[in-house]
């Protein structure tokens, strides 16, 4: 929290995710440009800027939806593993390099229940406890075991989700906050090293936002995930993370701590929209409000 | 509704009464409606001159029919309805319902066990076989074929036209193979099955990227190039002429034909051909239930939950770290081998395949078999083939209608209408298939059956 703003410089090992000149091209339209940050580990860090700004495309490349047209995106694991993410396909990403990802609009498996979508998400595990669906379905080997142990590991979850008590309803039932938990915690059932959330507070009432800001803290602490996200809701942003890199129109204008990034004048600028000239004032009047409305 | 009301506040008597008063009504205007187009028949007579007469039977047919239906809708028909809304509205839990349902599975199985001992029993050798073989293999077979497909429609969520391709490959396998190389049935029907299966995922290669509309479209053309290879590879498929005498299936080495160590003799009953449809019915039992047994553990390993995940949104699946491609390929794979199966099976039952046994229409028929039942349930698709090929098979059997219609009638010539008919009606009142809810493969604390409406049907 109490970091220097900017880049410093740190050993190799607290950099989970860094992303080299990051460039992706759609057509004549440059969504991103010679765009690099470094993410590190067990931090939460917040990628905002306005609308259009290119932050979902940045998800995306490090996801593997899309393959950059230019730069490098390299995983650091814990065990000092490393992976180029922009050369994976996108299921080797969750699979191996232990990224997970959430969606800006939910993508649950609304036919199935909650507990399901959790089964789902240990796909690759329970697969080779299953020696490929062939062992399993003549009765020998581990698999009985270990989708034992696959329930335990969703019912951690659910637990940590507080939606353990709608288990076996199909997750198309739940309350719109509950299905962005369970998005959240399905994402977890994948073991990542690193999760990605595209705006998981929105559309969020405020005591949905606090549980969620519970959620995220506890996945930091007690399973030492970095997290990335995505969001709009500043009261999220400012609350739970620890370091903040601002998009507009594809390339980085700020990255610092919270602290740092909402007293940029460029930062304001792109939020407010105003001439760079002007930027002086528009501080003199942030600054003026910040006592009474930010508190 | 006001009717309805009624009904349930007033007594027995007052209803039959009104009964009988609206079956008097309807009978009227069927009267009215049915005088000139069934009542009166026109003809030309010798002469070239156009003469009518009546139909005073038919008439009388309809107007019964019409006046006893209406009667029966009204004492019968809307107080039950009304019964039914009430308790869907009160939520009863009615625990001796699900109790039936539960044992329902069992009870179906023992009365297939016991059901060519009935025919015979009932009526004879000779006569079972019309039961057996017509009823009971026909039915079994698509059955087989509506679980097979269910795993690729049903399960994985991929819109498959051309489905009885597999089944083709299965039987000219099967077809061929006995033929030119003498191999027996129990090698050969595990081979089909690889065989059909080896064909799936050449099919789903090329199909990976499409979804929906496009891969139907290019999985019916699938089904046409099969069969028009068929079709014109004479020098081994004897093109339209089909492959005949194809040896038959034997039990451990024992035939069943009128020889000396045929099955009769060696048991010393009368030489029939029912032994060998009664062998039959066991084997594609046997088929039915390895494939509801494989349908039903791999429905709970992780390879049909993400087939059934992929059903619900394919990016996810990704997003989940489960490769897509083989799980499509399998999807596709292990569909085209139950088809592969059910095809080498119908091989050596009818001795003979053409091109024309897999047209088209049969792909059509397994689908609706799959989409009537309920996509994704065995139960509802058991029940759609025995309402659908049962029903068709039965439809021959139905000579008392040629009295009513003259004697130039052939029912079985209606076989398309009334499916047609019947599936509109099946989809108005049960969109989602006879059982449209789905049972998760996995719980915590209680099974809850999944609603239909939160399930998809998968965009291909």
Known sequence: MTMAPGNTTMSKDDIILKVEHLSMKFGGLMAINDFSFEAKRGEITALIGPNGAGKTTVFNCITGFYKPTMGMITLRQKSGKEFLLERLPDFEITKKAKVARTFQNIRLFSGMTVLENLLVAQHNKLMKASGYTVMGLLGIGGYKAESRRSIELAEHWLEMADLIDRADDPAGDLSYGAQRRLEIARAMCTEPEFLCLDEPAAGLNPAESATLNKLLRSIRADAGTSIMLIEHDMSVVMEISDHVVVLEYGRKISDGTPEHVKNDPKVIAAYLGVDDDEVEDVIATVESLDGGANG | ?460
């Open chain 2, 1 to 460: 509704m006001a009717a309805v009301q009624n009904s349930s506040t007033h007594p027995e008597d007052n209803l039959v009464q009104k009964g009988i008063k609206e079956g008097i009504f309807a009978g009227v205007i069927a009267f009215g409606l049915f005088l000139l187009y069934i009542g009166v028949v026109t003809e030309q007579n010798i002469h070239n001159e156009l003469v009518y007469r009546f139909r005073w039977f038919a008439l009388a047919v309809f107007v019964i029919i019409a006046a006893v239906g209406r009667f029966l809708v009204v004492t019968v028909g809307q107080p039950w309805l009304a019964a039914r809304k009430a308790d869907a509205k009160n939520k009863v839990a009615d625990s001796g319902e699900s109790a039936l349902k539960k044992a329902l599975p069992k009870l179906a199985l023992v009365f297939l066990l016991a059901y060519p001992m009935l025919a015979v029993g009932l009526a004879g050798p000779q006569g079972s076989l019309k039961y057996v073989d017509n009823f009971g293999i026909q039915i079994l077979i698509y059955v087989m074929l509506g679980w097979g497909l269910n795993i690729v429609v049903g399960l994985a969520g991929l819109l498959d036209l051309g489905y009885v391709a597999f089944y083709a490959v299965g039987a000219y396998s099967y077809a061929l193979l006995s033929t030119y190389f003498g191999l027996s049935f129990w090698v050969l029907l595990p081979l089909s099955g690889i065989l059909a299966a080896f064909w799936g995922m050449i099919l789903g290669f090329p199909v990976l990227r499409l979804r929906g509309d496009y891969l139907a479209i290019v999985t019916l053309a699938f089904g046409e190039i099969i069969r028009l290879v068929l079709i014109n590879w004479s020098d081994v498929t004897k093109g339209t002429f089909g492959i005949s005498s194809i040896p038959k299936a034997t039990l451990f080495g024992i035939k069943f034909d009128a020889s000396k160590d045929g099955f009769a003799a060696l048991m010393g009953l009368a030489p029939s051909s029912a032994y060998y449809k009664i062998f039959l019915f066991y084997l594609i039992l046997a088929l039915c239930l390895l494939t509801a047994y494989v349908t039903i553990r791999l429905r709970r390993m992780p390879i049909g939950r993400a087939w059934e995940a992929l059903r619900e949104d394919e990016i996810a699946c990704r997003a989940l770290g489960i490769n897509t491609v083989t799980t499509k390929l399998t999807a596709f794979a292990i569909g085209a081998m139950f088809g592969g199966f059910a095809g080498s099976f119908f091989a050596a039952r009818q001795g003979f395949v053409s091109p024309d046994s897999f047209i088209f229409m049969e792909s059509a028929i397994i689908l609706a078999i799959v989409v009537l039942g309920g996509m994704g349930s065995l139960g509802g698709i058991a029940v759609a083939a025995l309402v659908m090929i049962g029903g068709t098979e039965l439809l021959r059997e139905m000579e008392f209608l040629k009295v009513i219609f003259g004697p130039d009638f052939t029912p079985e010539l209606y076989r398309m209408l009334l499916f047609g008919a019947a599936m509109v009606l099946v989809m108005l009142f049960k969109p989602r298939g006879f059982v449209g809810s789905r049972e998760p493969t996995a719980f915590l604390r209680e099974r809850k059956a999944v609603s239909g409406s939160f399930t998809k049907e998968g965009h291909g």
